[in-house]
RNA sequence: CGGGGCGUAGCGCAGCCUGGUAGCGCACUUGGUUCGGGACCAAGGGGUCGGUGGUUCAAAUCCACUCGCCCCGACCA
């Protein structure tokens, strides 16, 4: 949690990139303050304050510098969950708090060759979660100079887009090269016996993640979760008018609560009677539960239960309140899964074609300038000078988010200075 | 740091301009009717208006000071 004030300094791009975010220990006690009440003791000044880790690069390669020696120690891979703090301006709900949780990894390895392959595959495990998981599509690429983690020969990320039109970094790979290597004198001996530096990557995602989710899927009725990461799958809510008709649904409700709970679905039966069915629809609906299944005296006697998948409500057509399905109690299970696959599959295929929809290759810089506004991905042409990087984010407020891995090599000119350019690249407004 | 706004019932707000000791919705309590898309009717409980000082016969309302919070910009995963 604390890093030596020192270690921040050994490497010069990385102080620079986090010098003005970082809460500072100074004192390791309190006293009794002047004025009443209690304040730091100044008796109990440290010798050398502590940073609150912003990230771990300095701590945990300070240790690699210890641990490893030889060949034979090397690739070493540290992966943590913890909590860091940037002490940033302006903090915006799970996209950007002062204190946030996050997974970082850290390796180190005898060749470039090797580090840049762990990058591409954590890269690629960012990738997968993204897409597979969250439903949420990302473009892959590589980060500008001017965009990159400060103290990194290059940063590759995932880069999501939000229902407003606006990119969200999700998730970054560091390429560190032997920057901190050399800063910490992270050294290894190779098997003729001369010494090198290590190559290193670092990696990272965090409670961001939950920010992205949310700003891709749900809606003004609530939270839309992915029924690949939803804990429950479905809830079960039964409908009756008198007691009777309370047991008898309440009774075939539980078994199928039961059925669906041993093939593995996380299930919960809504039986409270203090609230109306419609009550628990829209209470559901706003915790994002994937799918609702009904069932009532009607449903009993047919031995069925009506199915209504949780889909953000801007699929709706018109005069058509919710896309219902009528399941059959047997074989309940098995119908279940394969909606919530369907389910998962739709909703990425809906933020997918959003992004496409979103995304427009452009050439000419005035009409780039116009165009920004109404949010989106740009795939422009750029000559690769920070200059003209520059220039556009102060014109526009746009960076570029990744000089995309998959983008098909043409050659083009610069939108702002004309000058070639071998690939586009994506430029957005960003959180 | 620069610009803007807000503190009134548990929550969200109106009232303030044009002073006369508070009102609406939700929530809560009780009774009844309801229950397949956020129920309805009736009867209740709950605040002294962020704080301090001033003006006045009288202050949520006017004035001064003060505390707190939020939004926008620069920063950023």
Redesign the pocket.
């Known amino acids: 949690l604390f890093i030596p004030m020192s270690f921040l300094s050994k490497e010069a791009e990385h102080v620079e ?1 986090f010098a ?2 970082c809460a500072v220990v100074t004192h390791h006690r309190l006293g009794a303050a002047e004025g009443g009440g209690v304040g730091p003791a100044p008796d109990s000044v440290l010798e050398e304050p502590l940073i609150v880790r ?1 990230t771990s690069e300095t701590v945990i390669y300070a240790m690699y510098s210890k641990w490893i020696k030889s060949y034979r120690d090397l690739p070493l891979l540290l992966n943590q969950w913890a909590n ?3 002490w ?13 949780l ?1 997974q970082e990894g850290h390796t180190a390895h005898a060749t470039h060759e090797e580090s840049w392959d762990e990058v591409t595959k954590i890269l690629e495990i960012y990738r997968r979660f993204a897409e597979e998981w969250m439903a949420v599509p990302v473009l892959t690429g590589v980060k500008t100079d001017a ?4 103290g990194a020969l290059q940063t590759t ?1 995932i880069e999501a887009m939000m229902q407003d039109g606006k990119a ?5 790979s560091h390429d560190l090269g032997q920057n901190f290597a050399r800063a910490f004198d992270v050294k290894f001996q190779d098997e003729t016996g001369s010494w090198q530096h290590c190559w290193q990557t670092s990696w ?1 995602v ?3 993640l939950i920010g992205a989710l949310i700003m891709v899927h749900s809606d003004d ?2 939270l839309v979760i992915p029924p690949k990461l939803a804990a429950t799958h479905a809830v079960i809510v039964p ?4 007691e009777a008709g309370k047991a008898k ?1 309440l009774e075939v409700a539980r078994q199928l609560k039961e059925r669906l709970s041993v093939s593995g679905l996380g299930i919960v039966l809504d039986d409270r ?7 628990k ?3 559901w ?2 915790k994002g539960v994937p799918v ?1 299944l ?7 006697e047919q031995g069925v ?2 199915a ?1 998948p949780r889909v953000p409500t801007r699929e709706l057509r018109e005069g058509e ?2 896309q ?1 399905e009528t399941l059959p109690l047997d074989g309940a299970p098995e119908h279940l899964k394969a909606l919530l696959g369907d389910l998962q599959k739709a909703l990425y295929a809906r933020a997918l074609t959003f992004r496409e929809e979103h995304s427009y290759t452009i050439d000419d810089y005035a009409q780039f300038q116009a165009d920004i506004e109404k949010g989106g991905f740009f795939w422009a042409h750029w000559c690769g000078s920070s200059a003209c990087e520059a220039k556009i ?1 102060d014109e526009t ?1 746009a960076t570029i988010r990744c000089v995309p891995f998959d983008a098909k090599k043409e050659p083009g000119a610069c939108m702002v200075c004309g000058a070639p350019s071998g690939q586009r690249v994506v430029f957005a407004r ?2």
Do not use: H
Request: with cysteine.
């Open positions: 990139g003005k975010e912003p860091v703090v940037r940033e301006m302006r903090t915006r709900l799970f996209l950007r708090t002062t204190e946030f996050w965009e990159k983690f400060a990320c969200l970094q999700a998730g970054t990272g965090s409670t961001r009725q609530g409908i009756y008018r008198d649904v009677d203090t609230v109306s069915p419609g009550f629809y829209n209470e609906e706003l609702r009904e069932i009532g005296p009607r449903d009993v239960c009506v209504v309140r919710r219902k984010k407020k960003a959180y």
